[in-house]
Nanobody, 118 residues
Framework: QVQLVESGGGLVQAGGSLRLSCAAS????????MGWYRQAPGKQREYVAQ???????SYADSVKGRFTVSRDNAKNTVYLQMNNLKPEDTAVYYC????????????WGQGTQVTVSS
């Protein structure tokens, strides 16, 4: 089993920056992808970004050029650097792990709130 703990959320003004961290622990031998999703009130959870064990990254169109996902395999930690934040980025952000062969994330963190004021 895998446990994920997010941190770094908070309140920030539009145009500001925030960095989220997600520390993974447990049985992670076959982990291939770590990613970030977010969910705003009244909306479905949406994909934000992901990074493979080899360092390949992918981003949702809404965050391209503003967010950067990175990974420290030695620490089993994934990061999400968020720059030029907008009010529409306000949501609960969730870290995820998808193992080899899975079509969707197998594990989720508890979530961390990001609020962007205008």
């Amino acid at each position: 089993q895998v446990q994920l703990v997010e941190s770094g959320g908070g309140l920030v003004q539009a145009g500001g920056s925030l960095r989220l961290s997600c520390a993974a622990s447990g049985s992670i031998f076959t982990i291939n992808v770590m990613g970030w999703y977010r969910q705003a009130p009244g909306k479905q959870r949406e994909y934000v970004a992901q990074i493979t064990s080899g360092g390949s990254t992918s981003y949702a169109d809404s965050v391209k050029g503003r967010f950067t996902v990175s990974r420290d395999n030695a620490k089993n930690t994934v990061y999400l650097q968020m720059n030029n934040l907008k009010p529409e980025d306000t949501a609960v952000y969730y870290c995820s792990v998808k193992k080899y062969g899975s079509l969707s994330p197998d594990y989720w963190g508890q979530g961390t709130q990001v609020t962007v004021s205008s």
